[in-house]
C-alpha cells in the first residue's frame, strides 16, 4: 500500500511524499501523481521518501529515471538510497 501527500510549498514547487511500500504493484500510483505535475515546465517536484519503508528494483529504477534538473529526490532511507544511487550508476543491485 502506498499513501501520496501533495503539498505545494510555493507556486513552483510542488512536494509529493510517500508513506508505504513502492512495488512494481503500487509504482503506478507514484507514476500517476507524478505525470500530474510534470507539465508544468517551471515547478519544481520533490518526491519525499520520509515514510517509504521498501522499494523493490523495478520500481528504483523507474524513479531513477523521472531525476532531472526539476525532480528531486529526498529523504530516502539508507537502504533506498543505495539502491538508486546503484542503479543509476548503471549497476545491477544483488
Known amino acids: 500500500m502506498l499513501k501520496i501527500t501533495e503539498n505545494f510549498e510555493n507556486g513552483k514547487t510542488v512536494r509529493l511524499r510517500f508513506d508505504g511500500t513502492i512495488s512494481s504493484d503500487t509504482l503506478s500510483e507514484l507514476t500517476h501523481a507524478f505525470s500530474l505535475h510534470r507539465d508544468c515546465a517551471e515547478r519544481t517536484i520533490i518526491l519525499d521518501m520520509a515514510g517509504v ?18 525532480v528531486r529526490i529526498i529523504n530516502c532511507s ?9 542503479i543509476s550508476n548503471g549497476e545491477t543491485p544483488e
Open 53 to 70: 519503508e521498501y522499494m523493490n528494483d523495478h520500481a528504483a529504477r523507474a524513479l531513477a529515471e523521472l531525476r532531472d534538473d526539476h
Open 78 to 86: 539508507p537502504f533506498i538510497a543505495t539502491l538508486l544511487e546503484t
